[in-house]
Every structure is written in structure tokens, then in C-alpha cells.
């Protein structure tokens, strides 16, 4: 019950100060939700897949990963559009195209090979960097 109260005062305090942040440097609440707040969210995430990572438990963090994704999209996408049906997502047009080319660059590797390559992490890295600095470019 504890933790439940803290989870909700640190999302209270997150999404107030991504406002406050994005009133004051007068940009877009999309292109902060879309860098910091994502950052800081998917950082619990990160140190979970690198422990299983280094325990060489490579399905937890593949789980956790496609499970995040998903439940991201489908779940509270959702439930974005059945409190907001008119709600624009003008934004995604930003993200879109990045978001295609990486999931296009698994597919693809994943039909053409077995394993991925450096190569392919670098791919993956390089392609958040500019998806990151075509949002700051769009202010």
C-alpha cells in the first residue's frame, strides 16, 4: 500500500513538473513527455533488462520489453482515447516513421538471420539519437 501511495505521488509530481518544464522553456508537452518523461520512466526498465541481461536470463528482458511496448500501445493508448476520443495524436506523425524503420529492421533480421549483430544494436541506438533530435529540431 505504501509503494502504491508513492507510485501515485511520483506520477503526480512527474507529470506536474514535465508541465511546469515545458511552460517555461515554451515547447511542446508532446516533446517533453517524448524525451524526459520517457527517459525517466524507462529507466526501472533498463536496470531490470540489464540484470537479467548479465544473469543471461535474455527472455526476461526480451519479455519485458515487447510486454512494455505493448501494454504501452494497446492498453494505455486505449484508455487515452476512451477518456478522449477526439484527442489529436499529431505527435505520432514525429515518431512514426522511426518507430516503422526500427520494428521493419527486426522484422527483417529476424526473417534473415538468427542472431542480431552489433550492427543491429547500433541500429537500434543510432536511430532513438535521431528520433530524439528530430523532435528537438520540430520545436
Known amino acids: 500500500i505504501g509503494s502504491l501511495i508513492l507510485l501515485l505521488?511520483?506520477?503526480?509530481?512527474?507529470?506536474?513538473?514535465?508541465?511546469?518544464?515545458?511552460?517555461?522553456?515554451?515547447?511542446?508537452?508532446?516533446?517533453?513527455?517524448?524525451?524526459?518523461?520517457?527517459?525517466?520512466?524507462?529507466?526501472?526498465?533498463?536496470?531490470?533488462?540489464?540484470?537479467?541481461?548479465?544473469?543471461?536470463?535474455?527472455?526476461?528482458?526480451?519479455?519485458?520489453?515487447?510486454?512494455?511496448?505493448?501494454?504501452?500501445?494497446?492498453?494505455?493508448?486505449?484508455?487515452l482515447l476512451l477518456i478522449n476520443p477526439h484527442l489529436s495524436?499529431?505527435?505520432?506523425?514525429?515518431?512514426l516513421p522511426f518507430t516503422a524503420f526500427i520494428i521493419g529492421w527486426l522484422i527483417q533480421t529476424l526473417v534473415r538471420k538468427k542472431s542480431f549483430t552489433l550492427v543491429d544494436g547500433s541500429i537500434c541506438l543510432a536511430t532513438f539519437l535521431l528520433s530524439i533530435g528530430w523532435s528537438i529540431m520540430q520545436l
Not at 36 to 64: C, Q, W
Not at 89 to 95: E, G, H, N, P, S
Request: proline share 1%.
Open 89 to 95: 495524436l499529431a505527435y505520432a506523425w514525429q515518431v
Open 9 to 79: 505521488l511520483s506520477s503526480w509530481i512527474m507529470v506536474h513538473a514535465a508541465s511546469k518544464i515545458a511552460h517555461l522553456l515554451d515547447i511542446k508537452l508532446s516533446l517533453i513527455g517524448g524525451t524526459i518523461v520517457a527517459v525517466g520512466t524507462s529507466f526501472p526498465e533498463l536496470v531490470l533488462d540489464l540484470h537479467a541481461i548479465r544473469r543471461k536470463e535474455y527472455a526476461l528482458a526480451l519479455g519485458d520489453l515487447f510486454g512494455s511496448s505493448l501494454l504501452n500501445i494497446s492498453f494505455i493508448l486505449g484508455l
